[in-house]
């Protein structure tokens, strides 16, 4: 586990260092929109065609679903109490349930658990994130921040989720799948080549949105709470849900790491869009992912 965190912290680090350096003058915003695109409208999809089209899809799907939406929505319902203790103001609240509830399942997830448990996992990463997190977020999550945002938006953009690309990958290789579709051995090469790029530039596209100004550093008291929800009451959550479902072996450690993943990062656009606290939303990512290097390793030591 710790020698594949380092391999994940220096990809990330990549994309930390070419945010300050900027190589030929290209800025990290430019160079992330252009990774970020890559893989979330090409690489990703072919990753997730690849892996579900033959993945074993049954009880165990839905187990995983399970305990990732439940983590998630007792993530954010002592999130919300905790924001009551603190008496937080609106767009900071909703910035903060995003950040605790939501974590980030395939970016930094995906490639912990293929380096940490092996190929076989990235099917369960898919799926943590596919069949619960990205749903939720573009539901629940939207309905939070237009709670809590500054604005007048009053629709909840669940045609947001027909836009998704590996969404509908997802769909076609269940579909697939399920009529037990042989994959032509040209079409698996083409789609293992595209897949190979998914972490590598997730990783490096996850450095270069991390970042700590003096503002970020004044937004510290509001995320210390996100931290203790989001890295120590969620994995927890779901390693209690994951024993009672009867989850063991590989498939029990790779739920309890994704719901021990730092915060998501795709929030922030919601953080942009309606009005939330985006200062600590973004600090909430950078802290999180820093400390989660250390949690990790300790919620893969105890399952």
């Not at 970016?107 to 939720?136: H, M, N, W």
């Not at 503002?215 to 390693?239: D, N, W």
């Not at 009867?246 to 915060?263: D, I, K, N, R, T």
Request: proline share 5%.
């Amino acid at each position: 586990m710790f020698e594949a965190l380092i391999q994940m912290a220096g990809l990330i680090l990549c994309g930390v260092a070419w945010r300050y350096l900027a190589p030929g003058g290209q800025d990290a915003k430019t160079t992330r929109t252009a990774l970020t695109g890559l893989v979330y409208y090409l690489f990703l999809p072919a990753l997730v065609l690849l892996v579900l089209w033959h993945a074993p899809l049954g009880t165990d799907s839905l187990k995983i679903s399970l305990v990732a939406i439940a983590g998630i929505v007792l993530s954010m319902l002592a999130m919300s109490w905790l924001c009551n203790v603190c008496n937080m103001d609106r767009p900071t609240r909703g910035a903060v349930l995003l950040a605790a509830a939501f974590p980030n399942a395939t970016y930094l997830g995906l490639p912990v658990l293929e380096a940490t448990l092996g190929k076989e996992a990235r099917s369960i990463a898919i799926q943590y994130d596919l069949f619960a997190c990205t749903p939720l977020l573009l539901t629940l999550g939207v309905w939070v921040a237009m709670r809590y945002g500054n604005t007048t938006q009053t629709k909840i953009g669940i045609d947001s989720l027909l836009k998704v690309p590996a969404l509908w990958a997802a769909a076609l290789a269940m579909a697939l799948n399920g009529l037990e579709a042989p994959m032509p051995e040209g079409l698996r090469t083409w789609l293992q080549t595209l897949a190979n790029g998914v972490v590598p530039l997730m990783l490096i596209s996850l450095g270069l949105s991390l970042t700590i100004s003096r503002a970020h550093l004044g937004a510290m008291r509001s995320i210390f709470p996100v931290l203790g929800v989001k890295l120590i009451f969620m994995p927890a959550v779901v390693l209690a849900i994951s024993t009672l479902l009867g989850m063991q072996g590989m498939l029990q450690q790779a739920v309890v790491l994704e719901a021990a993943m730092p915060s998501m990062v795709l929030a922030l656009v919601l953080c942009d869009r309606y009005g939330l606290n985006s200062v600590v939303y973004a600090a909430a990512v950078t802290v999180s992912t820093a400390c989660s290097f250390l949690t990790l390793g300790l919620w893969f030591g105890m399952v």
